[in-house]
């Protein structure tokens, strides 16, 4: 397996992009499309966006605390601190985004890794949502999904597909069984449990190895 990942200046440099671009998008929402269902969970394009700020804004005792309220369970603790920090009005949701912009400040376990790899498909969530076409930079998407197949902890929380996966835009191929084909950006949305986004740009070809 070569290596694909990025060196940590350019991954935060892609991340500051990437934020200061989404912030610009969702300063032009209607009160509507804040509200539109995305396919993250039960999450609104509002619960997205809110926990995109959280995690670069926390600290390890805000941490603890939100473990202690979410019993120990830390997938609750991640949906119910976004959802709170949703009820804020959208402007300072969007002022906290960019706040954030050029922050090297990472949630408590986390590296840049997992920062890039949220805003890239956090991103996606909401430009789904909206309808609208949200370019994923090929070099970042491959980074984010080498981190996906190689995520020991955190727990990876979707299965990898049982399959050969293969871009077509970007050196970059993992897996054995069936093949699956596309750009980069769609075999990330595979690997995070966006299926049915990812799928209307995939092609599934032939076996491969045993």
């Known amino acids: 397996m ?12 892609i991340i500051d992009h990437e934020r200061a671009d989404l912030a610009r998008l969702l300063e032009s929402l209607s009160p509507e499309e804040w509200e539109r269902p995305t396919r993250c969970g039960d999450w609104r394009v509002r619960d997205v966006a809110a926990h995109l700020t959280v995690a670069a804004r926390s600290t390890y ?23 709170r ?38 991103g996606q969530d909401i430009a789904l949502a909206l309808g609208v076409e949200r370019r994923m930079p090929p070099r970042a998407a491959r980074d984010a999904a080498d981190r996906v197949w190689t995520m ?11 399959a050969r996966l293969v871009a077509t835009d970007i050196d970059w191929a993992r ?10 950006s769609a075999l990330l949305l595979l690997l995070t449990g966006r299926t049915a986004a990812a799928e209307e740009h995939l092609d599934r070809a032939h076996p491969t190895g045993p």
């Open 61 to 83: 005792r805000w941490a603890l605390r939100e473990f202690v309220r979410a019993r120990g369970d830390v997938d609750r603790m991640i949906h119910d601190s976004a959802v």
């Open 175 to 184: 897996g054995r069984g069936e093949e699956i084909r596309g750009p980069i």
């Open 152 to 162: 020991r902890f955190p727990p990876r929380p979707w299965p990898l597909p049982k």
């Open 85 to 122: 920090e949703a009820e804020r009005p959208v402007a300072e949701i969007v002022a906290n985004l960019r706040a954030i912009t050029g922050s090297r400040h990472l949630a408590p376990g986390t590296t840049p890794r997992e920062a890039l790899l949220d805003i890239l498909v956090h």
């Open 2 to 13: 070569t290596t694909t990942a990025l060196g940590t200046d350019e991954r935060w440099r």
